[in-house]
Every structure is written in C-alpha cells, then in structure tokens.
C-alpha cells in the first residue's frame, strides 16, 4: 500500500536527548560519563530507563523532580539548537510530497509547548501527556492512526526504539522505519523485529527518498 502519512517519535529521532540527560546527571550530582554508562547497563539488560535515576538516588519521583527543577530555574528543556540535522529537512520534504507528516511520542506538555514553539513543518503535534497515553500501549498508536486519517497500512512510524516505537507499532498494523541512532538503537535490537521494518536507516536524510522510490513501485505495479 501507499505510504500517505510519516508519524515520527521525538527523543532520537527528531531531537539529540545529549544535553537533556546530561542536565539530569548535573541535578542529582553525578559526573555525565557515569550517568550514561549506568544508563547503558540499565537498557542492556532490559530495564526501563527511568531505573538509572534510582541507581543514584533511591526513591527518585521523575514527575517530582521535573518540577522541582522548574521551580529552580532549571527546567527539562530542549530548543531548535537539539534538533538533529536532518530533522527540519526530512519533515519539509515528506510534506512537500504531499504526505501528511506528524510527531508523536512520549512527551510531558511543556515538551509539547516546545515542539510547537519550534514551528516544524508538520500537520499533528501529539504528546503521551496531550493525548492521556504513552508508548507502547496499543491506543497511542491507534490514536496516531485516527490522526494520519489514513488506514494503519499507509501510515509509516518512524522512531528510534524497538520496544517503545517498532514493535507496538507493528502490532496495530503501521509499516514502521526504524532510525538507528541513540542508546536504545545501539543496545537493543532483539531478533526479528528490526527485520520487519520497511526502512533500516542511518539517518533521516534517506527516509525522503526511500518514501517516494516505495509509493512509485506500488503505483507502478498498481498500474499493471
């Protein structure tokens, strides 16, 4: 089928989390190199990445602590300096094509105020906390179908995780790319699920391209 939407999640997919978790390893105290490689073992073996925090300080609320660092003047934050490269140009050719283009991912609302501060060249802006479900529960991405307008079938899902964005994604019937970059696309990779993306890529400077060679094979052989 037609590809006619491309939803992509937002942490290593569209935006560079670097600063972000290095921020978090200053508020708790933590040289950044240890930070990231307790955060490596923890996905490494499977666990969620919200554990690291416990590792160093137990008891860790992640909702608590975001607010406590806004009341402090240190709030999570991203801006259009953390986009990676190919990000603002990827969005703008898919929806020079014609495609309807959206971003959706495991987000707070004020990452949401901040996505849509950033002006991006997309139709949809969705959130886990706009939207009251996060990934991998099924209704997100029955949600993003709902929103691409489209069925599942034509909608491609772009992201970063095999568990959070590959798999769930699959299973509500989206093609899915997978964006090998990041923590999660370095250490996790189980067997026979990364085979059954349309698209493997390095970059999302190849997803434009490998987006219009797939609809004009299936329009050709439509034609037959």
């Not at 290095?22 to 490689?37: K, M, Q, Y």
């Not at 490494?44 to 660092?69: K, N, S």
């Not at 501060?117 to 949809?124: A, Q």
Request: hydrophobic content about 40%; proline content about 6%; glycine content about 10%.
């Amino acid at each position: 089928m037609r590809i006619e939407a491309v939803f992509f999640d937002v942490g290593e997919t569209l935006v560079d989390e670097t600063h972000e978790y290095g921020t978090w390893a200053d508020w708790l105290g933590v040289p950044r190199h240890t930070f990231s490689a307790v955060f490596g073992a923890v996905l490494a073996r499977g666990g969620d990445y919200r554990e690291v925090f416990q590792h160093f300080r137990p008891g860790f609320d992640l909702t608590e602590e975001r607010e406590r660092r806004a009341r402090a003047g240190q709030p999570e934050t991203f801006g259009e300096e953390n986009l990676y490269p190919d990000a603002r140009p990827c969005l703008a050719e898919l929806k020079a094509m014609g495609l309807r283009v959206g971003v959706a991912g495991n987000q707070t609302a004020r990452a949401e105020r901040i996505l849509r501060s950033l002006d991006l060249p997309v139709d949809v802006i969705g959130t886990s906390d706009g939207w009251g479900v996060e990934k991998p529960d099924r209704r997100f991405f029955e949600r993003v179908v709902a929103e691409a307008g489209c069925p599942p079938q034509a909608v491609l899902y772009v992201g970063d995780r095999i568990d959070n964005d590959i798999r769930p994604a699959l299973e509500v019937g989206l093609r899915t790319a997978l964006v090998r970059r990041g923590p999660w696309a370095h250490i996790l990779d189980p067997a026979g699920v990364a085979e059954r993306c349309l698209f493997r890529i390095d970059s999302l400077s190849e997803l434009p391209g490998l987006v219009r060679k797939h609809n004009s094979e299936y329009e050709a052989g439509a034609r037959r």
